[in-house]
């Protein structure tokens, strides 16, 4: 235990690491309960895999190593992706699911022919932007932080001022649309703030592991709350708790890939809420159904 505490408190690379997984932990696990609610659960991949070919055309237009920049393009081609999504499934016939995986291959496979041109010129080792596509959280250092505090900061800010009505989007978008609320801007909206949350994560979890940190922790919170508030909060402390331990297995082990041990842990947790959440858990619904099996064979007895 002390051996944890001292590699949090005074060992850099460490502290930026659990800092940085913590943060995406709580940013994910708050919008991916949207995402979850609303049935969006492979948004959140579609998103994630859009954000390579932004990151890819500003490295080719730059040739800057700056996070910042990089971010930068990884939103906007993730921002444009999800608006490829919303205007397909509003201007056509194709379901949402398609038009998910349509966006998804498109975006991900123009990430894929970039960044080959790139590892062609021998320079996409030097630049680090293969890190987006797996994650390289040990590669975080303390301005890497700060962005992905002010972004989810600002994305969490955002959740809540708009709470009431992203709340009633969720649940029942028709009846917010009788009300005169503008659904279609609310949705672009929260979907922008989905993309925030991608932005947050990639350098620490990567391209193909970020839609786990959206979805897991959401899940698993489902398990124990039918209420909104709740889900949000148990969320982010799932998500915050399997980032941090994430960082802290990593750290005391030799050669231990951050991401997949942050994914793999918040999986487990995600296992303990199927069996045992108090609201959705297998275990108690198994004992309410005997409970109210054996009320109704005594009432009937009766």
């Known amino acids: 235990m002390f051996e944890v505490l001292s590699a949090v408190l005074f060992d850099y690379t460490v502290r930026n690491i659990a800092l940085g997984s913590a943060i995406l932990g709580v940013a994910g696990g708050v919008l991916g309960c949207f995402a979850v609610l609303r049935r969006q659960s492979l948004l959140g991949d579609a998103l994630a895999h859009a954000t390579l070919p ?86 975080l250092i303390r301005s890497d932080v700060i962005t992905m505090g002010a972004l989810a900061g600002a994305a969490l800010l955002v959740v809540g001022v708009f ?30 703030l989905i993309v925030v949350a991608v932005i947050v994560g990639i350098q620490a979890v990567g ?28 969320s982010a402390l799932f998500g915050a708790g399997s980032g941090v331990a994430g960082a802290l297995v990593s750290a005391l082990g030799p050669n231990l890939p951050t991401g997949p041990l942050i994914v793999l842990i918040a999986t487990g947790v995600f296992l303990l809420s199927l069996l045992f959440g108090a609201s959705r858990g297998l275990l108690w619904s198994q004992l309410r159904e005997r409970r109210n099996r054996a009320a109704a064979l005594s009432g009937g007895g009766a």
């Open 54 to 139: 932004g990151i890819c055309v500003v490295f080719m237009l730059t040739q800057t190593r700056v996070s910042l920049w990089l971010l930068l393009g990884a939103g906007l081609s993730a921002w444009l992706g999800a608006l490829a999504i919303l205007a397909v499934v509003r201007g056509t016939r194709i379901k949402q699911d398609a038009a998910l995986g349509i966006v998804l291959s498109v975006f991900f496979g123009a990430g894929v022919v970039l960044l080959t041109l790139i590892q062609q010129t021998g320079a996409a080792g030097q630049s680090g932007i293969d890190r987006f596509l797996f994650g390289q959280a040990a590669s």
């Open 163 to 192: 709470y009431k009505e992203f709340k009633l989007l969720t649940f029942d978008g028709p009846f917010a649309a009788s009300l005169g609320f503008p659904v279609r801007a609310l949705d672009v909206l929260l979907t922008s």
């Open 207 to 234: 391209v193909i592991l970020m839609a786990a940190m959206l979805i897991t922790p959401a899940a698993a919170a489902r398990q124990w709350t039918d209420r909104l508030p709740a889900m949000i909060l148990i």
